[in-house]
């Protein structure tokens, strides 16, 4: 499969939305030519774009240059990344710290493409990079979509939880905006599921996400919760809230509970 020119190797980090966005008016002012062509403008979001990605291993290739010029102006910048809405059921905590939380989830719809990539990093970065266009340009809206947080990826394991197989899910909430009619992919790898109303255990951690930091942290929260065979043993979720390349990025694991 086409990798959409993003190449990973070892356990490294991949470009995001939030690197995007994170370019500030002052780094895009830079130029002496303030009033220059949309084109050159995207070109030069490009090659900074390319720059920072050398450091997370990734190679950014020339159709971002689109949804990026896209993500970075829409809104004259300003972007609020919306939650997944959610009620909370109840949160156990030790020692003033999280060890999970139990939340009910509402139906809604999710932009989902499933990747069978060598390793988990390589399918992650695939499968956001087709994401991250369905967002910011190729839908039949035409236009940007709204950033959601978390972007999430769903794993399978072995039965002894000790490996991960090689499909891996990226799905994108949609706004609440789109929820009624939510625009339709212009790529046929996208699917618009509508994920029915859940009950999710989840559990916060931070640092990396690949192979071993997912098995050990699936293998944390199934001791944490005094009933785990109440949950789904064959498929987990991981959930990304910030950067993937910051230091001590968010993210939670999360259980879905058996219908």
Not at 90 to 104: A, I, L, N, P, S
Not at 228 to 250: E, M
Request: charged residues 25%.
């Amino acid at each position: 499969m086409d990798r959409g020119g993003c190449q990973l190797s070892g356990g490294g980090g991949m470009i995001t939305l939030e690197d995007l966005e994170s370019v500030s008016e002052e780094q895009l002012s830079d130029s002496p030519e303030e009033e220059q062509e949309e084109q050159e403008q995207q070109g030069r979001l490009l090659q900074y774009w390319r720059d920072v990605a050398r450091g997370h291993q990734v190679e950014v290739p020339t159709d971002m240059a689109e949804p990026i010029h896209q993500i970075t102006t829409n809104n004259e910048g300003v972007h609020t990344r919306e939650q997944v809405p959610y009620t909370l059921i109840t949160r156990k905590e030790k020692c003033g710290e999280v060890v999970f939380e139990k939340r009910h989830y509402e139906k809604a719809h999710w932009a989902c493409i499933t990747v069978h990539e060598d390793t988990y990093e390589q399918s992650i970065c695939y499968g956001f990079m087709k994401i991250m266009r369905y967002i910011c340009q190729q839908n039949s809206a035409g236009s940007y979509l709204g950033m959601t947080i978390p972007i999430v990826t769903v794993v399978r394991t072995d039965e002894m939880h000790t490996t991960l197989s090689r499909a891996v899910t990226v799905a994108y909430y949609l706004p609440p905006r789109h929820q009624s009619e939510p625009p339709r992919p212009h790529d046929p790898e996208i699917a618009i599921e509508q994920w029915p109303a859940a009950i999710i255990y989840t559990r916060p951690f931070t640092g990396t996400t690949n192979e071993l930091t997912i098995i050990h942290e699936i293998s944390s929260l199934a001791e944490a919760l005094e009933r785990p065979a109440v949950c789904v043993s064959d498929s987990f979720i991981v959930a990304g809230y910030t950067n993937p390349a910051a230091a001590h990025r968010q993210n939670k694991i999360w259980f879905l509970e058996r219908p």
